[in-house]
């Protein structure tokens, strides 16, 4: 099958190891059936220099704790597809959790519907005017056009979600679960304020106990309320939710923040041994394999030819991918294929590790559970428009290593694996994947297409594989943050780019978001100019900005603050990039900052080893603050971007410049003339995308 190989190809035996590979150990699988498991008990957490006897029990167990939950399931999951195949119905249960999650994916997406729609309200009041005034309403009619757009798409999704769970009938019976909902749901919009105070926020909130179907969160009682056409009730819940969790967005971040720094850590650590260099690229070569071509005549498929792959050895007895019922369908089929792929996976990295004799990584396979019910319908409904096909992590195993020459062996013996076809990848050990959406998490995780035989047939499965750090992997499972938290933070949206971007004019709300931890990219071009007739106060809002900058829960990486004129204020946002940790980019050409602010910025740069790229372009800062700028560059190793053109040096002050800056790898941006015009005009076309973003009010 994969790489070329026939689809038709005789098949190796399935087996699972029974010694699992570990460091030290030279022994390699032998097949036994799946009834021969012996399970054991966990084994207490390892010490920090285990026995070789240790580390195989401690994988032996983890392995066989896994295989066991998931077999444990499988009479549960075909006796729910029996169910559906006999009465026409999903089972009660599983229909209160598609129920209650359908609610908070409806929830969710309203938040975020409404924010769009305020923060477009926003701008147009405020700085469109500004714009307007200058002359620019073609650029403004452009702008507009593609915001409307791309709202109203969103307001369509919307519009999808609310009608599914009607559409999903009569295969699904949400009536008792929402009857019993709208009964604790008070009359008036006071009153559901005053509730919205007192509930969880989401159902994935770690602080509290798992809430049931039939039990009310915020996110769930907006999407009741929306569901049911309630504005003034969901309005009031929305205003309580956004209070909430911008209040919770700096707690979690706070939280986060510490797995990000030691995910960092290892991530050095890893990438600081020699050789690793090598490594990172032919990862990144690897990522470029794939999709890999498919059968006898190698061809190549995109994603939706190899979802009628899928679809084509699905059974008669399948329903449309846009019913829920099919997530119980393939739910079923995913219980015997997390084995089926634990299975190859496993053999795939034994031979991998033992290739020439030798015991490299130490790696090991840890099959993973299906995917609730629950999660694969909300991230359906939120992001696959209730095509359940979309979701194709359903089953997954985890390959865990302890280098990163390790993680590039594993991933090049997958890729070369007859057994599995790569459709796509991540590589999130990239130097330049930015890990902090994601929590500061990183892996290599492979997409792959692969055959599990059953009573029914064989059928072609997607499956997701993950390879990663031992490190990592103990990150994420710590119990006061991880993935307890991450998935927290992922339900509230704090790790959604419409969320943590920010693009408009400048308002204290938006200040307030920046120290709070919620914004990371903030694109305020000419947003301190006039509004409409209202001159600001640069100095108080240049402070409140700066203030926010320096707050430890400020995570802002990219800061564009080109063309509003800031003048002396600049100097504030010098000050403040002193103490800031987070910001990596800022943009700060167009703002006359002249010869002081050069030097501001030059005291800023001689302390901060977080920024990578500065622009300073059009600030008239002279020869002495360019000379400023030069001594600086003699101790600052970290930025490798810098724009210092139209600032009216002589020949001697970019001599100097360029001396300082030496045989760093980057651009260094002189002498190249910036045009007045191009420069009005850049400061009116804002990205379309961030224009419009999801900001939390």
Known sequence: MGNGASAGRKKTRRVVPKTHKVAGAASVAVPRQDSDYDYAPPSARLTKQPTKQELEAFVRNKVDRAIRKITSELTQLHADWTTVMETGTIPENLAADVTAETLDAIGTMYCTVESLKAQKNEIKGNLLK??????????????????????????????QAKSTLSEWSPGLDSAPV??????????????????????????????????????????????????????????????VYNQRRGQATGELVATILKDIESYDAVCREITGVPGAEGVLLEL????????????????????????????????????????VEYAVYIRKLAGAGSIALYNIVANVVVAAETADGSVHGGAYVVPGGVKKLARCVFKTVTKYNCDFQMCKDIMRCTVVTTSLASVA???????????????????????????????????????????????????WLYGEIQVNLEQMV???????????????????????ENVYTYSGSWSKRAADQ????????????????????????????????????????????????????????????????????????ISMGGNALGPEGGIAFAEALKINDSLTSVDLCANNL???????????????????????????????????????????????ELSKPVKEASVRQSASLLNVKKFCVNIVR
């Not at 004129?565 to 000050?575: E, H, N, Y």
Request: net charge positive; hydrophobic share 40%; aromatic share 4%.
């Open 178 to 239: 929402l009857a019993k909902l709208a009964g604790l749901v008070p009359e008036s919009s006071a009153q559901i304020a005053a509730l919205c105070n007192s509930l969880p926020l989401a159902s994935t909130d770690p602080s509290q106990p798992d809430p049931s179907p039939t039990s009310l969160t915020v996110q769930r009682l907006m999407g009741l309320c929306v569901l049911n056409d309630k504005r003034k009730h969901a309005a009031a819940a929305l205003k």
């Open 130 to 159: 500004s714009i307007i005034g200058r002359n620019r309403t073609s650029d403004v009619n452009v702008n507009l056009d593609k915001q409307n757009q791309w709202v109203n798409a969103q307001m369509e999704r919307l519009k």
């Open 514 to 585: 920046i120290a709070a931890g919620v914004l990371m990219n903030v694109n305020m071009q000419g947003a301190f100019t006039e509004i409409g007739n209202i001159v600001l106060n640069m100095s108080k809002i240049i402070g409140q900005l700066a203030a926010s900058l320096r707050s430890p829960k400020c995570r802002v990486q990219h800061l564009n603050l080109q063309y509003n004129d800031l003048k002396s204020s600049g100097r504030d946002i010098a000050d403040a990039l002193r103490d800031n940790t987070s910001v990596v980019a």
């Open 622 to 668: 002279g020869d002495e603050g360019g000379n400023a700028i030069a001594t600086a560059l003699l101790t600052n190793t970290t930025v490798c971007e810098l724009g210092l053109s139209n600032n009216g040096f002589n020949l001697e002050t970019e001599a100097e410049i360029r001396k300082a800056w030496g045989t760093r790898d980057g651009t260094l």
């Open 284 to 323: 990144d070569r690897l990522s470029h394999l794939a999709p890999q071509p498919f059968g006898d005549d190698l061809k190549p498929l995109d994603i939706e030819g190899f979802d009628d792959l899928v679809l084509s050895t699905a059974g008669n007895d399948a329903p449309r991918s846009s019913r």
């Open 409 to 459: 062996q594993i991933v090049k013996a997958i890729f070369a694996s007859t057994d599995v076809v790569v459709v796509r990848v991540k590589n999130r050990f990239a130097a330049g994947f930015d890990s902090k959406p994601a929590g500061g998490y990183r892996d290599y995780q492979l997409l792959v297409v692969f055959k599990s035989s059953g009573k029914e047939g064989e059928r």
């Open 474 to 496: 103990e990150i994420k499972a710590r119990p006061q943050g991880g993935h307890a938290m991450y998935k927290f933070a992922r339900s509230l949206a704090i790790f959604d």
